[in-house]
């Protein structure tokens, strides 16, 4: 309730006191708004299921089934599927063996958010292969929902995080290659595979998100993306259902995405339409030619959908005891 509609229920309700309190007292109580968000948050669908960004998802699905499945709860469903993508070397675009900044330097941007809209969040974070254990940290054991850069490793170390070079001998060598042309081209993910953008939903239909990545190849040095901003790389309403997305995190930020596929999503759009309205509001005002934006959603349910500007991109879904790829279908044919 806003708060001018706050204050006009309450100027009628002092001025109602001479028409009769009861009725003007049982009015309130009918209107109170924890009670009507309470009573949305019951989900129908009681299964279970996990959702995720590319291939690397089923992976992380299936860690993540392993917490829902005996009978966890969405949110530590949601970080152990992101740490299986963060801990595999050969993914260059998500924790260790991430593919560097310009700079040579491996900067790893996470957030989660949980059924009762709790978030955290790091960002432009050296050295620590999990960023998305120590944004479920800042989230848990902090006032505060994002931190970066050095503020963000120091609080990492403090709970006993270790730092280690993120490097592989393989990134490594990709760098040096690099410098050869040093070319800054933010072309995203139209033929290779990138963040993961994961959505759990525990037996109590409740759900959680979180969204990891080592960003943008070769991005400038302190370069963020969308992935650790809550509404642009990861929105989660218990009451609606959640959004996460993955590509050229710009496009994203300039949208605020994933809340926009939430407030679709509320308004009554199933999923699939809501990820197609929020490409389409992307590529009403950009140039989206040269990237590519994907988006996966799930509503209270426990319907899912996605949509991206161009073809190529899909999901692992782990749902009804199959996990699974899906192709999406995409702006550009
Ligand atoms: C970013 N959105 O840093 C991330 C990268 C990504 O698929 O998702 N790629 O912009």
Avoid at 72 to 88: H, L, S, V
């Amino acid at each position: 309730m806003s708060q001018k509609r706050r204050t006009f229920m309450g100027q009628i309700l002092t001025g109602g006191i001479g028409l009769g309190i009861g009725y003007f007292v049982g009015a309130k109580k009918e209107k109170s708004y924890p009670k009507d968000s309470k009573k949305n948050t019951v989900s129908p669908y009681k299964e279970g299921l996990a959702i995720s960004t590319w291939y690397h998802g089923i992976a992380a699905n299936n860690a993540a089934w392993g917490v829902i499945s005996s009978g966890g709860n969405a949110i530590d469903a949601a970080e152990q599927g992101a740490r299986i993508t963060e801990a595999d070397v050969t993914g260059k675009s998500v924790g260790i063996g991430g593919t560097p900044d310009r700079e040579g330097k491996v900067t790893l941007d996470a957030c989660i958010m949980d059924k009762n809209g709790n978030a955290g969040s790091v960002s432009f974070l050296q050295g620590i292969k999990h960023p998305v254990s120590v944004a479920r940290k800042v989230m848990d054991e902090t006032p505060h929902v994002m931190l970066v850069g050095k503020g963000a490793l120091q609080f990492a170390k403090e709970k006993g995080f270790e730092e280690e070079d993120l490097l592989t001998a393989e990134t490594r060598a990709d760098y040096k290659k690099w410098l050869d042309t040093s070319k800054y081209d933010p072309i995203i993910n139209i033929e290779n595979h990138d963040t993961i953008g994961l959505i759990t939903m525990d037996k109590n239909g409740d759900f959680s998100g979180a969204c990891t990545t080592s960003g943008l190849g070769y991005k400038m040095h302190g370069r963020v993306g969308d992935s650790p901003v809550i509404g642009a790389g990861l929105f989660v309403d218990n009451a609606v259902g959640a959004a996460t997305a993955t590509g050229l995190g710009e496009a994203v930020l300039k949208t605020c995405g994933t809340f926009l596929v939430v407030e679709l999503m509320r308004q009554g759009m199933t999923p699939n339409d809501a990820c197609k309205e929020a490409v389409n509001r992307i590529a009403d005002k950009q140039n989206y030619e040269n990237f590519q934006i994907g988006y996966i959603a799930v509503n209270k349910a426990g319907d899912v959908g996605a949509y991206s500007i161009h073809p190529g991109f899909d999901y692992a879904l782990h749902k009804n005891g199959k996990n699974e790829m899906h192709k999406v279908d995409s702006l550009v044919k």
